[in-house]
Nanobody
Framework: QEQLVESGGGSVQAGGSLRLSCAVS????????LAWFRQIPGKEREGVAA????????LYADSVKGRFTISRDNAKNTLYLRMNNLKPEDTAMYYC???????????????????????WGQGIHVTVSS
C-alpha cells in the first residue's frame, strides 16, 4: 500500500494556479510534520513548504512565500499545496513527504529539510509556461 499519493499536477501558464493534493495513509498522516518538496532534473531537491501536525504551524521556502499555501484536511487524511501566481521557474516534479515523527523533527521542529522525512510519494509533474 502506497503511503502517499500525489494528484492535481499539470500544465498552466505563468500567473495561473494549481492545487496539488496528497492522499496520506493513516500511519503517515500521524506524522509530526508533512511537507512538499520539488525537484528539477539535474538540480537538488528543494523543500517548498511544511506543516506541523499540532496547531498547523507552517513553513515556506523564500522562493514561494506569499504565493503557495500548504494545508491539511484531517477528515480526509489529505495534504494540499495551493500554488498561485505560478512562474516558469516553479516547473518541477513535486513530492509530498511524511516524517513519521522523526528524531530530527521532534528535536528541532518541522523543517523543509529532506533529512527530516522518511516517506515520499511518487511525485507529480507541474509545468508552467511563459
Amino acid at each position: 500500500q502506497e503511503q502517499l499519493v500525489e494528484s492535481g499536477g499539470g500544465s498552466v501558464q505563468a500567473g495561473g494556479s494549481l492545487r496539488l493534493s496528497c492522499a496520506v495513509s493513516t500511519s503517515a498522516y500521524n506524522s509530526y510534520c508533512l511537507a512538499w518538496f520539488r525537484q528539477i532534473p539535474g538540480k537538488e531537491r528543494e523543500g517548498v513548504a511544511a506543516i506541523f501536525a499540532f496547531g498547523g504551524t507552517t513553513l515556506y521556502a523564500d522562493s514561494v512565500k506569499g504565493r503557495f499555501t500548504i494545508s491539511r484536511d484531517n477528515a480526509k487524511n489529505t495534504l494540499y499545496l495551493r500554488m498561485n501566481n505560478l512562474k516558469p521557474e516553479d516547473t518541477a516534479m513535486y513530492y509530498c513527504a511524511a516524517d513519521y515523527g522523526s528524531r530530527l523533527s521532534r528535536a528541532y521542529g518541522c523543517s523543509t529539510s529532506g533529512e527530516h522525512y522518511r516517506s515520499w510519494g511518487q511525485g507529480i509533474h507541474v509545468t508552467v509556461s511563459s
